[in-house]
């Protein structure tokens, strides 16, 4: 379904330069992506041999072939958080009015929480806030819906047998300043128990089309002995309701098979986290024909690009229950 690019992996650990201060990293997967000011951007988390997380920039004129950035990323105002932090990652990216919001997984003490920043150039960038309950990979929808901007989240309050906190269902909420959010409704979809998406949440940020909100998220099948899989999968929303789901695929469309997916730090993971839609309309809808580029960590060691178009999303959502 989605077809992998030919120079994978396009960003392993060794594409981190020393002038970062992390000196011989052990990893760099699941950016955060956008297309921003005429080019091609990635969030980046690397993660150094200690396994503190770090978020670099990456930069690219065609999508494939990245500079990554001379320093790490400063969420300015993050330093006055009183709690303790331990890790920040999995950023998500969305463009609003011209301004690039970042949405980002936080290890506390007692849970993990979703923060949000915002970034005029992503050069700078200025923290916003953290949710109350725990919660993560939360998106950004690129405008507001009824005039209240959205994002979908996972609630991360889970613990499955023996793991960590995780989840098994997204939903939506809203708020009227990007500060404060609360829930809409009941959850938007929900994990299938013993097939690919026992435990889901959202990838990169949902996508505007004339049929729906088009959004890629990941699930985790757990029900075998040796190890999860991730696999990543689509679900359409209406447009002018997206806590209603209008398809989903059935299929993953994509999942493990390629060594560099395969054997890593954490095996058998595709874990898709931004996208790049090319061509738009006038009224902001993407095109059919667009092409559309999905990032996605692998084996949680390296990044990977699958390509796909959103007719061919539409159509893989369509061939679902
Ligand atoms: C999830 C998150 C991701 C990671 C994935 C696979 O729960 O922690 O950051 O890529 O597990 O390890």
């Not at 981190?16 to 950016?31: E, K, Q, R, Y």
């Amino acid at each position: 379904m989605l077809q992998r690019d030919p120079s994978n992996p396009i960003l392993t650990r060794s594409a981190i330069p020393p002038a970062t201060g992390l000196i011989d990293p052990s990893s760099v997967f699941n950016p955060g992506a956008i297309h921003f000011q005429g080019r091609d951007h990635l969030m980046l988390r690397v993660q150094a041999r200690s396994r503190a997380t770090s978020l670099v920039m990456a930069s690219s004129s065609n999508g494939i072939h990245f500079e990554v950035a001379n320093t790490t990323v400063h969420f300015e105002g993050l330093e006055r958080e009183a709690r303790v932090l331990h890790h920040i990652y999995d950023p998500r990216l969305t463009e609003i009015d011209g301004e690039v919001f970042i949405t980002f997984a936080a290890d506390m003490e007692d849970a993990c929480r979703l923060g949000m920043a915002r970034s005029k150039d992503l050069v700078s960038f200025e923290f916003m806030g953290f949710s109350e309950a725990p919660s993560r990979n939360g998106v950004l929808f690129p405008e507001k819906v009824d005039g209240r901007y959205l994002r979908l989240e996972r609630p991360n309050a889970g613990v499955v047998a023996g793991g960590v906190a995780t989840g098994d269902a997204v939903i939506l909420a809203e708020s009227d300043d990007l500060v404060a959010w609360s829930q809409v409704g009941a959850p938007v979809f929900s994990g299938r128990w013993r097939y690919w998406d026992e435990l889901i949440g959202s990838g990169p940020p949902p996508v505007k089309t004339r049929a729906g909100w088009l959004h890629i998220y990941h699930g985790v099948a757990t029900h075998f002995a040796s190890s999860n899989i991730y696999q990543a999968g689509a679900v359409l929303l209406d447009l002018k309701d997206p806590s209603q789901v209008l398809t989903r695929t059935w299929d993953n469309i994509l999942e493990p098979r390629e060594l560099y997916e395969l054997t890593g730090q954490v095996p058998n993971v595709v874990f898709p986290s931004g996208w790049i839609v090319r061509d738009v309309d006038a009224e902001g809808f993407a095109l059919e024909s667009s092409e559309v580029l999905v990032y996605y960590g692998a084996a949680d060691t390296c990044v990977g690009l699958a390509r796909t178009t959103i007719g061919e999303l539409l159509h893989s959502c369509s061939e679902g229950t």
